[in-house]
């Protein structure tokens, strides 16, 4: 099985706040140098902190989509029971040139940050960071995945472009489909507005490999009315995680691909009770030991 090593430089964090017992929610920088930012609620007595993470493309602290702010409402849902968490603000850069400057950094920087300070950290993505977040299974006390995918990024993607797409069209995207999937060189071009160098770094993370080989506690959300996700990646997860004893699984009904109520515009009540009764149950485990604030993390997917 092929491993994959990514250098996550877990450097000294700056912080731009004291810490108490009473609740805070502020803006704060986790990392000096890159001056990456995130929001922390922190209920005042948690031993659990949930990493939030977003999806693709330009993503506010709040993770703002169609007007609703979806990790401030989660936030707030897991502050009331007495669950910490980081929101982070992606790096500038969009397009960006690899898959580590858009995620992969600031994740490793919001992990290192939650890890010095909380006995348990989740992680929690949605649709793209769903999709790479078992890359840090290791660094993580368990996963929150929504709405994310098995099969190839690229494929899901092309996917997407096909539904409104004529005949012409779409002999082209699958053209354009084939060509990327058969990199393996960067030759200076582009695909979606999106450089050959990300999908190639992409590529190099050996998702598929990572997730089979999933050890911690993982719950799988899919969305009911998802446009974007097809239903058979639901299906692809149980299919891959089907022996993993803590997996679990669940879709959501009545929500868009973004968990979004959209007759009452909101995150939907009930999908913020899943989550949070499970990263309840999780934090009310046994706490397994692992260290914090390596500076040089191996992230062994071929186990």
């Known amino acids: 099985m092929r491993k ?44 659990t902190a949930v990493l939030l993470i977003g999806g693709s493309g330009p993503v506010d602290l709040d993770y703002t989509v169609e007007g609703v702010s979806l990790y401030a409402e989660l936030a707030e849902s897991l502050k009331e029971s007495s669950i ?78 096909m539904k409104n797409a004529d005949e012409h069209e779409k002999k082209q995207i699958q053209n354009e489909l084939e060509m990327i999937l058969s990199l393996e060189e960067d030759h200076g071009f582009s695909w979606l507005g999106i450089p050959e160098s990300w999908w190639l770094s992409l590529d190099q993370l050996h998702l598929k490999e990572c997730l089979e080989s999933m050890k911690k506690p993982v719950l799988v959300l899919a969305a009911g009315e998802d446009k974007q996700m097809d239903a058979d990646e639901y299906h692809a997860y149980q299919k891959i995680l089907e022996h ?32 949070v009764s499970w990263i309840l149950k999780q934090s009310s485990g046994i706490m397994k030991e692992r260290g914090a604030g390596n500076e040089k993390s191996n992230f062994n997917c071929g186990r």
């Open 4 to 47: 994959f090593t990514l250098l996550a430089f877990f450097l000294t964090v700056f912080v731009g706040c004291h810490f108490s017992k009473s609740p805070i929610e502020r803006t704060i920088v986790i990392h000096e140098s890159s001056q990456i930012k995130g929001i922390l609620c922190d209920p005042g007595s948690s031993s």
């Open 84 to 161: 910490a968490s980081l929101r982070l603000e992606k790096g500038e850069g969009f397009p960006f040139k690899t898959i580590h400057e858009e995620w992969l950094e600031d994740i490793a920087y919001g992990l290192n940050y939650l890890k010095k300070r909380y006995e348990r950290v989740i992680l929690l993505g949605h649709s793209l960071s769903a999709i790479i977040l078992p890359v840090f299974e290791d660094e993580a006390d368990g996963l929150i995945l929504l709405a994310g995918a098995v099969s190839e990024v690229e494929e899901i993607y092309a996917q997407q472009l």
């Open 244 to 275: 993993h004893p803590e997996a679990e699984f669940e879709i959501v009904e009545n929500v868009n691909h973004f968990f979004i109520n959209e007759k009452k515009n909101h995150l939907d009540e009930s999908f913020k009770e899943k989550v």
